[in-house]
């Protein structure tokens, strides 16, 4: 038998001997690395290195008091107790990881910005790590930037995962796809596999009780805690799209204890934690017209996709889907296989409806493609790299879906959970959307998880001791604008921030107007006047335009005050950094660093999906 073939049986062997055992009582518990109250031993630490992290973080004595060191280039990192059951302050702990960019201006010092990056389930550790130094500069060298991996999620412990290894998630998360037309059984098999994932995680928790634990409440409860342990009494906090549901939370649970706090890519409250799901994709096809409007207006040379119309821009497209409902497209690349069939272009445009700044001139080039029956582009735009089982403690990012799972569904009341029931929700989501057979899944993914009581699940709502700024984009695929909107209402005295693009999350599209209105918020308490738009750089088309003029900005070879054409054929001027920031702010020789921290933001992804076969979140 060769290798390959030994570690493929092997590896089934392991995953039926794991469900075949259900039952019989003698499961493997969750895999949780929690340190011993009243010990000096931490069980499991010696497996809390990853081979993909450059940091030992076991090296870290968690405490009580926040104790940073040095770690990675130029951040401090701490690892941070809090109580995993609030109602029982001195039992089993959670261990939090945390990392901060520190304040360069001890002189005006104001204490921590904490970030939430979204998910649930995403890193603020990753997140501060990539986007630290742009946050720094952008609101200015007072603030301490702070991020932290909640509690369940990557390097925090107790760390959720449902499976006893690698080899096992991989192979049982293989065959799922997130579009529910794909098949005529697509949303039994998601129904079905819930149910699965459901008992597993019930299972393997049986003598712990961690996964009541693990929800948006007491992650706000931590929020709090680390501020505190910061010497501060109240929150500075910025948070996109499930940050945004963790932010109103603290909002609505601790009013009087917000300082600052920026809600960017707003989630309807309700709508979360009743597990409806449906008022998220409100602008999704308004997001993918915009794709068709950008395209022709940006003409051949830009757009590669480009037609006579918008509207025919969207019927050669639907042309697409029916050809490879038919026919799917086979792709070898250098490093993996596979097909683009039809689930694999609505999940890629999908995607790219989250950063249409960076991926709509992709996503063009490879419908064009597709048209020639070249899949490359298009498969390469979501393509994985090859599993490869290794033996390499296995902790730190592997548990995301896991940990976002867990968070959803303990965060909301208990749905029926037939399948008659996933099949009414199905229907009726589908006339709310066409983009609902992308995103049912979330909710039905509830269908068997054990219900726990007694966490926070509302009302989101509350008089605060400063008003919030809340962020939505105009055609936002999955938080639309009208969710900011209907928050707002909720939460007396605070206002919202519009930006003229698509995409989700403001920092998806480059606009120093946003990111000055921030700025002069977190530092000053200054709120934009309600009704304020900004708008943004350039279209999704002319991105590369507007880099190499910041580039000859940067470079002095052109006046700052007369790049223009950034908008094919406009003359919209690229003004200094001295006019788009406020003055006040920011000192006049910033400027240029100041517009390169906001493009630089909006060329990498926030919160951007990129398995191909997993359930799609905020």
């Known amino acids: 038998m060769g290798l390959r073939h030994l570690f493929l049986f092997l590896s089934f062997v392991l995953v039926i001997g794991t469900y075949f055992s259900w039952g019989n009582g003698n499961d493997k518990a969750l895999d949780f690395v929690v340190e011993v109250p009243g010990s000096n031993v931490e069980v499991g630490a010696e497996n809390f290195i990853a081979s993909d992290d450059d940091f030992d973080w076991g ?11 040095d770690c990675y280039d130029g951040f401090q990192c701490a690892r941070f107790k809090v109580p995993l059951n609030y109602s029982e302050p001195e039992g089993r702990p959670a261990i939090l990881a945390l990392i901060r960019l520190e304040a360069s201006d001890s002189d005006d010092y104001r204490g921590p910005v904490l970030f939430n990056p979204g998910g649930p389930g995403g890193s603020g550790v990753e997140f501060v790590l990539k986007r630290g130094r742009n946050f720094s500069t952008i609101l200015g060298p007072r603030f301490d930037i702070v991020g932290f991996d909640p509690r369940g999620v990557s390097r925090s412990l107790p760390q959720v995962s449902f499976y006893n290894s690698r080899v096992e998630r991989e192979l049982w998360s293989f065959s799922t796809v997130r579009e529910l037309n794909h098949s005529n059984h697509g949303l ?18 049986l003598d712990k009780d961690v996964l009541a634990h693990i929800n948006t409440g007491n992650t706000a409860r931590d929020m709090l805690s680390i501020t505190e342990a910061h010497g501060y009494e109240k929150l500075k906090y910025w948070g996109f799209s499930y940050g945004t549901i963790l932010g109103a939370t603290f909002a609505a649970m601790f009013p009087d204890k917000v300082e600052r706090l920026v809600i960017d890519g707003v989630v309807d409250s309700v709508d979360y934690y009743s597990a409806g799901w449906k008022t998220n994709l409100r602008d999704t096809s308004a997001t993918l017209q915009d794709f068709f409007d950008f395209c022709h207006a940006a003409g051949p040379s830009k757009c590669a996709f480009y037609a006579s119309s918008p509207s025919q821009i969207g019927q050669n497209l639907f042309e697409l889907y029916s050809s490879l409902k038919k026919k799917p497209i086979p792709v070898r690349t250098d490093k993996s296989y596979g097909l683009v069939d039809y689930a694999r272009l609505r ?35 979501k393509e994985r790299d090859p599993f490869q089982c290794n033996c390499s403690p296995d902790v730190f990012g592997q548990n995301t879906e896991d940990a976002s799972h867990a968070i959803s569904c303990t965060d909301a009341k208990p749905i029926p959970g037939s399948y008659e029931d996933a099949v009414k929700y199905f229907e009726e989501a589908l006339e709310f959307s ?38 939505g984009n105009r055609a936002d695929p999955v938080t639309p604008l009208a969710s900011a909107q ?53 279209t999704p088309f002319n991105q590369d335009d507007a880099l190499k003029e910041l580039d000859l900005l940067s470079s002095g070879c052109t006046d700052k005050q007369e790049i223009t054409n950034l ?35 909006s060329r990498d992804s926030i919160n951007l999906p990129t398995r191909s076969r997993l359930p799609l979140h905020i």
């Open 486 to 538: 209907k928050m707002s209402k909720v939460f007396p005295g605070s206002v919202v921030l519009s930006q003229d693009s698509p995409g989700h999350c403001s920092l998806s599209a480059p606009s120093p107007c946003t990111q000055s209105y921030v700025a002069a918020y977190f530092v000053n308490g200054t709120l934009p006047q309600p009704g304020t738009w900004c708008p943004v750089i350039g």
């Open 567 to 601: 908008n094919d054929g406009q003359q919209r001027t690229f003004s200094s950094a001295s006019s788009l920031f406020p003055s006040s702010l920011f000192s006049e020789n910033d400027d240029v660093k100041l517009l390169q921290a906001v493009f630089d933001m």
């Open 347 to 381: 999940e890629t445009i999908f995607t790219a409806l989250y950063v249409p700044y960076t991926q709509f001139v992709d996503l063009a080039q490879g419908l064009a493609d597709l048209k020639k029956e070249n899949g490359t582009k298009l498969f390469m735009m």
């Open 59 to 69: 090296k870290i004595k968690p405490s009580e008091n926040l104790s940073w060191h």
């Open 188 to 205: 039994a098999d998601t129904w079905g596999k819930a149910l699965v994932t459901g008992r597993l995680a019930a299972e393997r928790d």
């Open 434 to 471: 066409e983009w609902s057979s992308v995103w049912t899944g979330i909710r039905v993914s509830c269908s068997a998880w054990r219900a726990s009581n007694g966490h926070f699940q509302g009302p989101v709502e509350g008089n605060t001791s400063f008003p919030l700024l809340m962020i």
